[in-house]
């Protein structure tokens, strides 16, 4: 344990060139600055530049987390998808509000996300789930998401039943999936440096616009 301790240490960060951050010339609005960090990410060639970290609590005030596809972003939010009987919408089904956290590496960019959530209509969720791929899409029809598992092939052979009803009936739409959007209260933008002055500037909702607020690293 010592040795991994001293090797976690020893593990470079911020390694090769980091981009520059002006504060000052940032756009009004968190959404217009997030697509141009999203498009940056995407040129500077980071692998899945829209996964993000999830994260939601249910009743009990314990967090849960996890990765998921960010679908869209624009005024209105930032939108992901999730299965009726997941973890994550039983939790949004009590405590509607969750935090999204991106994390760029070669950028040394973080974007964090906090705010209600609101459930899309059910023409609007069933268009996602169509957009999806017939793989993805066959294992949501399932509906067992974080249910017990007996062995990989019980997985398998469901599986390839439900690949069997999509060929059948293509339109099929998973009960339940459904399109979630944060409306962000704050939006927070970080840039790492070398020397450890990092940036952070976080854009705070005030009515129907936003206040800017730089924050101590």
């Known amino acids: 344990m010592d040795d ?10 911020f390694a090769g060139d980091i981009p520059q951050f002006d504060p000052a010339a940032t756009p009004d609005t ?13 040129e500077a060639g980071v692998r899945e ?14 967090p849960t987390a996890r990765t998921l596809i960010l679908k869209r972003v624009g005024p209105e939010g930032w939108q992901f998808a999730s299965d009726g009987g997941s973890v994550k919408a039983r939790d ?6 969750a935090a999204l956290t991106f994390y760029w590496s070669p950028l040394a960019r973080q974007v964090r996300v906090r705010g209600p959530v ?11 789930f169509l957009a999806r791929g017939v793989g993805a899409r066959a294992e949501a029809l399932l509906g067992r998401q974080s249910r017990p598992l007996a ?3 019980e997985r398998d052979t469901a599986v390839k039943e439900s690949l069997a009803r999509l060929e059948a009936e293509p339109d099929l739409v998973a009960p339940g999936w459904t399109l979630h959007t944060v409306r962000p209260e704050s939006v927070e933008f970080w840039q790492g440096d070398k020397e450890r002055r990092h940036t952070r500037l ?16």
């Open 92 to 97: 949004l089904a009590v405590r509607p509000y």
């Open 118 to 128: 609101v459930a899309a209509s059910a023409e609007d969720s069933a268009a996602d």
């Open 30 to 42: 968190p959404s217009e600055l997030f697509s141009g960090w999203l498009l940056g990410a995407f």
């Open 4 to 13: 991994l301790r001293q090797l976690l240490r020893d593990l470079e960060v």
């Open 151 to 153: 062995d990989l092939a």
């Open 49 to 62: 530049p829209h996964a993000m970290t999830v994260s939601t609590a249910g009743t009990d005030g314990d």
């Open 202 to 217: 976080t854009y705070l909702r005030e009515g129907e616009g936003w206040r800017k607020q730089l924050l101590w690293p």
